[in-house]
Structures are given as structure tokens and as C-alpha cells.
């Protein structure tokens, strides 16, 4: 499947993940049922929510998020350019616009509340924030700035499922939080991911877009409700397969132990590579406890050519990667965003300098000492 002998990711499926599926195909029910609405309540336990709503993706989750707030023509949501496209895809698809702010730095790569604060305006209905890697952002700030001018918080925990901070559970302190369940996620499905909300009609609201906006859903129907249904709004088919939802409960079960090994790995990167001159690792100074730990990203020294860097990487068989290229310099976002009008400085600095190493439960450390003396060997030799 690679062919790199390291890879950035390598899916951990065991036997327990294909009897899970093969339990499914032998039921015969395969779109959203029993099996998704018992991972819905687990994922809802392990985040000590009332309830959570299953979807065909992240971006389904970010999406329905953006719809759940009515937002459209005429209002803007603040949110960074430092983020994978579908956070900005599903407030443009909306019809609103969004409007990116910049990071903090090089050793913390979320949302800068400070300058959010800068880009709201009345037209400002909510903010979207993205705890990068797995490491939270400054939600006391932004849950402040959110409450003070009277909109929306989202949480875009991509990166970060079932994570404590000391802000409380990623996802759970803001007003809806959106997780991933990608292929290459800390919790994988291929493609999948959940949705939770503070308040009880926004959550109802968003399970009911997710299936056609249907009053009565086909479950429903199964267990002999009523046949006939109304569709009082416009709705989306973000629902998740049953085969995707048992992956999902037993990669719940597995988070975490996978977690532990994760932290292992960053250990032992932060112990490796800290001699080198001139690297930044983003979040050095934070316990490893607290992080999903999804990435593994270092910062290079200025000047640095990282093509190069990675080119030498791959010719030692080790995966690099760029998480991610700015959102606002991509053609489409320029164009709804303020054009050339848009600057983010410290995000176009860091971006051009930062690398991800190979990060996932199944890396061993010998892999790990590997590529540190790989990026040791390809280091430049001043900052």
C-alpha cells in the first residue's frame, strides 16, 4: 500500500475490527441502525455528553454544524487558514463568508484568539476553532470571546477524539464539536465522524439534517412506526454506514492504549531531535498526557529548504508530509476571502517551515530512531 518502509500513517485493523464487520454484512442491515446507534451512545460516554450523532464524515460534521446555526448569505465565520480545506468548504457552502485569522506562533499552532478578535464584526456569527494535532487551542479565550459578542463557538476536534484538557473534553466546551473519523485519524472508520451540542434542540436538529431532514426516519419505520413521513426543511444525506460504525466501536475500545503508544513515540521525538539547531517542536513544553497526539510536526529553522529535507527523507524510505497548506492562499478562498487583501503573516511563515514525521500506534521505537537520525543526517547544519 506504501512505498515508504515508514509511513506518516499505517491503520491498525486487527481481528476484532473484521469480525465487527463481518457480524454486520451477516445482520443484513447496512446504511445507519442498531449498531450506529450504539456507537453514538458510547462516543456520547466516553465524552460525558447526553448524546451524539454519528456522520458520513468530518467534513459532514463541520457542515451540518454551520447549517444547525442558520448561517448564510451575509454572515461571516472567523476561523484559521491553518486547517485541512473542508472547515472552510462548509461555511462557503453555506453561502456565508469565511474569514481566516492567524495563528499564535511556531510553538502552538491553533487559532490566535487575539487576532480572531481583530476579524469580528456584526456580521460575525461564529467562530471555528481547530485543536491542532490533538493539542488544545486557548478555548478559556475563545469561549469568552464567543460568549462576549454573542455567537457560535464550533470545535473542529479533527484531530483530537475523546480528549481531555484542562479546559475540559475537547469538543464539549464549545457549543458544537465536530470529530473526524478518517481513514488516517486517531480513531479510523475510513470515513466517518460524529457531531455533539450543547444544546438538546441544536443536536436534534442536526441528526434530523443528516437524514433528509425526515420526521420519521427509516428505523423508525423498520420498528414498525409510521410509513409516511414529513420533510419540513432541507436536508443532506450524511448518514454512516453500519459497517463503518462497528470499525468505529472497536477502534473506540482501542483509543485508548493507541494513545499511550502515541505518547511513547513523542517522547521519544521531543528526547531525539531536541539537539537539533534551530527545530521548533510545536507544543514541546506540554505534558504528553495532554495531547491525542494525531501529528507530529516540527518547525524548521528560516531558510531551511524543506523539498530538499523531504526528498532526502524519501530517499532513506521515510514518509514526510505538510499539514496543512493555508486555506487562504488556495484559488477558490482567495477569491471569497479578501484576495491579496488577506495577509496572515505568522501562518505563512510557519507553514513554509513545517514538517510532520511518521506517527501512529503501530510505530515502534526503532522506527521512531530511525527517522530522527534520518532528520538528523538531512539537518542543515546552522539555524
Not at 456565508?96 to 487576532?115: M, N, Q, R, S, Y
Not at 436536508?235 to 460504525?245: A, D, K, S, V
Request: with cysteine; charged share 20%.
Amino acid at each position: 500500500m506504501t512505498a515508504f518502509d515508514i509511513a506518516l500513517y499505517r491503520p491498525q485493523i486487527g481481528q476484532a475490527e473484521i469480525e465487527a464487520v463481518t457480524e454486520v454484512l451477516r445482520s443484513g442491515w447496512l446504511s445507519s441502525g442498531p449498531v450506529t446507534e450504539d456507537f453514538e451512545g458510547k462516543y456520547a460516554a466516553a465524552l460525558g455528553v447526553g448524546s451524539a450523532v454519528a456522520v458520513s464524515s468530518g467534513t459532514a460534521a463541520l457542515h451540518l454544524a454551520v447549517l444547525s446555526l442558520g448561517l448564510g448569505p451575509g454572515d461571516e465565520v472567523v476561523l484559521p487558514s491553518l486547517n485541512f480545506v473542508s472547515a472552510a468548504a462548509s461555511v462557503a457552502l453555506c453561502g456565508a463568508t469565511p474569514v481566516f485569522a492567524d495563528i499564535k506562533g511556531p510553538h502552538d499552532l491553533c487559532l490566535d484568539p487575539e487576532d480572531a478578535a481583530r476579524r469580528i464584526t456584526p456580521r460575525t456569527r461564529a467562530i471555528v476553532v481547530m485543536h491542532y494535532g490533538g493539542y488544545a487551542a486557548d478555548l478559556t479565550s475563545l469561549a469568552r470571546l464567543a460568549r462576549d459578542h454573542g455567537i457560535a463557538l464550533i470545535e473542529d476536534c479533527a484531530h483530537a477524539p475523546v480528549t481531555d484538557s484542562a479546559h475540559g473534553m475537547l469538543g464539549t466546551v464549545g457549543d458544537i464539536g465536530c470529530f473526524s473519523f478518517f481513514a488516517t485519524k486517531n480513531l479510523a472508520m475510513g470515513e466517518g465522524g460524529m457531531v455533539v451540542a450543547r444544546d438538546p434542540a441544536v443536536a436534534d436538529r442536526i441528526r434530523r439534517l443528516r437524514s433528509h431532514a425526515l420526521t420519521v426516519s427509516a428505523q423508525q419505520r423498520h420498528r414498525g412506526g409510521p410509513s409516511l413521513y414529513d420533510v419540513d426543511t432541507l436536508g443532506l444525506n450524511y448518514r454512516p454506514t453500519e459497517i463503518g460504525c462497528a470499525l468505529g466501536r472497536v477502534q473506540l475500545d482501542a483509543l485508548p492504549a493507541g494513545q499511550l503508544r502515541r505518547q511513547d513515540a513523542v517522547r521519544m521525538y521531543r528526547e531525539q531531535l531536541a539537539p537539533l539547531p534551530g527545530i521548533t517542536v510545536p507544543y514541546a513544553d506540554r505534558p504528553v498526557e495532554e495531547s491525542a497526539h494525531h501529528l507530529f510536526a516540527v518547525v524548521l529553522p528560516e531558510g531551511t529548504d524543506r523539498e530538499e529535507l523531504q526528498d532526502r527523507l524519501r530517499a532513506a524510505r521515510i514518509q514526510s508530509g505538510v499539514h496543512y497548506p493555508p486555506t487562504h492562499l488556495f484559488t477558490a478562498y482567495q477569491e471569497r476571502a479578501g484576495g491579496e487583501e488577506c495577509r496572515l503573516p505568522v501562518t505563512e511563515d510557519v507553514m513554509a517551515r513545517q514538517l510532520s514525521l511518521p506517527l501512529h500506534p503501530g510505530i515502534g521505537k526503532g522506527e521512531v530512531q530511525q527517522v530522527a537520525e534520518a532528520v538528523s543526517a538531512a539537518w542543515p547544519t546552522t539555524p
